[in-house]
Structure formats: C-alpha cells, structure tokens
C-alpha cells in the first residue's frame, strides 16, 4: 500500500525543504523528495553558498595580494592553490547539506530520493535508482526551482563554454573569461575569476548591469569593477560562438544592429538568467497551468489551479531568491495549517556579493514614479563613514526613498562595504512600516558602517550631521 503523507514537496531546495521542515513542526507528516544526491537544492549545492564561498577565498586572496600593504601588513610572495580553494568550498557544501539531512531526521521529515512525477492530485510516483514507488499526499507542493536559462545557439559543454555550475567548478584560472549577462549571478563569478587573475569582459544586452536594480547601482558598481580590471561591453549581444584551438571565440553586435566584431577567451561563461523548472514533473497531465515562461501561477495560498496542488519557489513567480523561496514554504505550510501568514514581497532584500556590495529593499526610483508616488531622497557616501574610512572600505553610499508626506520608508538602495549585512535593517523597517525618521531617531552604534544607514535617513530630511 502507498505511504501516505500531509504534504509531499517536490524539491528539497531552500522553498522545499524549509517547507518540510516547518510542516513536521506543525504536526504534520512530511515528504520531500529529490533526484538530487544532497539536499538543499541549487541554493546549497550549486548557487549561493559554492558562489559565496569561492568569493569569501578570492577576496581574502585579492586582500593578501594588494589591499594589506595599505595597513601595514607586508606578506611574501601570495601564491594560489586552487585545489585547496575548490576543496574548501566542497567542504562547506558538504556541512550545510549534511546539516540539512540532520534537520530532517531531527524533525522526521522523510526524505525520498528519485525524480518526482505528479501521478494525479494526492498522487505523487517518485523513480530513481531503477526503483519506483508511489506515495500519497494529502497536499502536493511543486518546488523543483530553476535552471540557467540557454543562450540560443550556443552550446554548453560546462568546460569551455559554462553555466554557472560549470564556472562554480573550474580547475585552472581561464587567462581569458567572457561573462555573457551582467546580472548578478555574471558579476559573482566574474569578480571571483578576475580576482584569482583572469581577464573577465562583462558582455551586457543592455545599456547597464544590473538592470532591474535602482539605476544609480549599476553604473556605480560597473566603475568601481572596471577599475579592479574587470571590462564591460553593453548594449552588446553575442550572436555565435566557436570554441577553436585558441579558444572560443563569439560573435558579438551592438543590440540596436551593426559592425560585428570577435572575442576569443579560453572559457565563456554564460549567465543571462534563470528559468523554472517545471516540465519534468508532469504538470500537464494533471492540468496544472503554467504561464509562457513556465512559473506556475499561484492564489495567496500558493494554491495552483488544480485542488490539493501548490507551488512556491523559483518555480512561481517573483525574485529568484533562496530567502523567497523559504518565506514562500513557511507561508504555505502554515496556511494549509489554518494560519494566516502572508509574505510582505516589497520587503524582500536583494544582494549582489560583489566587493563593494550592493543590496536593496522595496521600491527603485523608476518604480515609484511609475506609481505616481511622490517621494524624498536621503543620501550619504561611505566616504564620511568613520568605520569606513578605519576599514579603508569607502566606496559607494546609502540611498534612502521615504514618501512625501508620510515620510515611509519605501526603498532603501546600498553600494558600499557589507551591503548586504546592512539592508536588514532597511527590511526591518519596510516591514514595520517604518518612516525614515524612525531610523534616524534609531540610536546606531560608533562607529558601525549602520551609521551610514541613520545619516541616509537624516538626510531625507535634509539635516545629516557629517555631510
Ligand atoms: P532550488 O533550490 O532550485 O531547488 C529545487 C530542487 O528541486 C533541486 O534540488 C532539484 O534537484 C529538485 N527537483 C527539480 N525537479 C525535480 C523532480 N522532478 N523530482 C525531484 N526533484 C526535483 N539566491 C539568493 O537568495 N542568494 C544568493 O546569494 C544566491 N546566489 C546564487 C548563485 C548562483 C550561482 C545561483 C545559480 C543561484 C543563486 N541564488 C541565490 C538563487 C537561489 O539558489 C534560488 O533562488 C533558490 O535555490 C530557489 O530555491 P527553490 O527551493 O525554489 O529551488
């Protein structure tokens, strides 16, 4: 007789196996099956933690390599083992996966591993290792994530012409790196390469990197990239590539039209996006909707158009963000447990772990004036930080967006030192509803690179202290 579960999760990334996990904490009997080998999906095992790891290293090799004389600190000749770099991030992966399988059999969260079908609403057949097995579900949840979206034409081999995992798992330094997109997945691993000592060219579509990012970000993290070595090529689209004996070589035209020209490098990488994993799980069969793009579009209760049938994640629509994915799971579980929990999507922060950093929450510019919402700018550079300036961190600034009238915080926008570390409590206020007196009348504690934050804030109100 099939085993029968609550709720069977397809997908044991960060959406899937957060959801298991609070399921079992409230009570329910929980499933979370993948075809992969670890848990944690591509967030653990190939996305943000190997990417945050390989970058953690190849800054501190970059530091020993230029940035310690300015304090004082002379080290010998600073050589590279990338084995060593490559090992301790396998290392890392391999803890926090393990972490996750402990999670499971702490919270009796059953782990089932194979390729996951949907067999018929409540009906789930899970096949792998030449076993199938079919098991019953009181609730189904879809949350088998993305994939690297193709560039047409161009094929990948993950050696020469790479993915992001490919890039995640290179063996040698490429003397020559193209990234092809300048989102932030690109400008991750490109940083990382160029660190380590490729040359990295930055090819971007349109006319700036991160383009779904306040306008005044891209261009401000594009100069300070370019003077690290790093080199763009925007409004530029690759239309070929041959991979040869000197290395693979694209074609690349302006996106308006034009002259083509050529660029060889030794590994390109291609990074243009990301797109739902949705077509392997027989979705169509069993009548679940999924848009052109293939999300599958969703209720407030992350309900799909077929009872008994949800999905949350990569796999909807929304940022493709691990901490998206986890807000998702834990909303919709609760809510099949009768509880009322929503996710405040305006308050989900986006970092780029870029050096310097960007992060941001809420609204851009551009989006607020689309809203026709009036709004005042508070802005305050690193330079004039104290702890900046100790740390010898001083790029970038703190952009605070509160509305004209109610004074609400309704964006924050950081280039600079730990952005990312910042931005929480620029989340915090946005879901608190905070106004950006709130934050300046906050006591922030000397000296912190949060200072930056509070003057922001003061200077919405035109009345910052150290500018
Ligand atoms: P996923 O993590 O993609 O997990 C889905 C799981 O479902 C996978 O393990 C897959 O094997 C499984 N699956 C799919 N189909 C089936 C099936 N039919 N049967 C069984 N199992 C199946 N996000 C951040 O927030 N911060 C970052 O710093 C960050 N860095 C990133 C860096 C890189 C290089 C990449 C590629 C991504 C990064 N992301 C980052 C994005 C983040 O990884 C995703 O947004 C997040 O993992 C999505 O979570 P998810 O649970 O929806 O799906």
Known sequence: MAERYDVAIIGAGPGGYVAAIRAAQLGMRAACIDKRASLGGTCLNIGCIPSKALLQSSEKFAEAKKGLAEHGVIVGD????????QARKGKVVETLTKGVEFLFRKNKVDWLKGSARIAAPGRVTITGDGNAQEIEAGAIVIATGSEPTPLPGIAIDEQRIVTSTGALALDHVPERLAVIGGGYIGLELGSVWSRLGAQV?????????????????GPALQRLLSRGGIKFKLSTKVVGAQPGNDGVSLTLEPAKGGERESLVSDVVLVAIGRRPLTDEIGLDEAGVKRDGGGRIPVDENF??????IYAIGDAIAGPMLAHKAEEEGIALVERLAGQKTAVEYDAIPSVVYTWPEIAAVGKTEDELRAEGVEYRVGKFPFTANPRARTNGDTDGFVKILAETGTDRVRGVHIIG??????????????????????????????????????????????RAIHI
């Open 201 to 217: 060219t930055v090819i971007e579509f349109l006319d700036r990197i991160l383009p779904n990012m306040d306008r005044e970000l």
């Open 303 to 308: 309900a799909t158009n077929i009872a008994g």
């Open 417 to 462: 030192p730990d952005a990312g570390t910042l931005i929480a409590e620029a989340a915090l206020a946005l879901e608190f509803g905070a106004s950006a007196e709130d934050i300046a009348r906050t006591c922030h504690a000397h000296p912190t690179l949060e200072e930056a934050v509070k003057e922001a804030a003061l200077a919405v109100d035109g």
């Open 78 to 85: 600073v050589t590279l083992d990338l084995a060593a770099m």
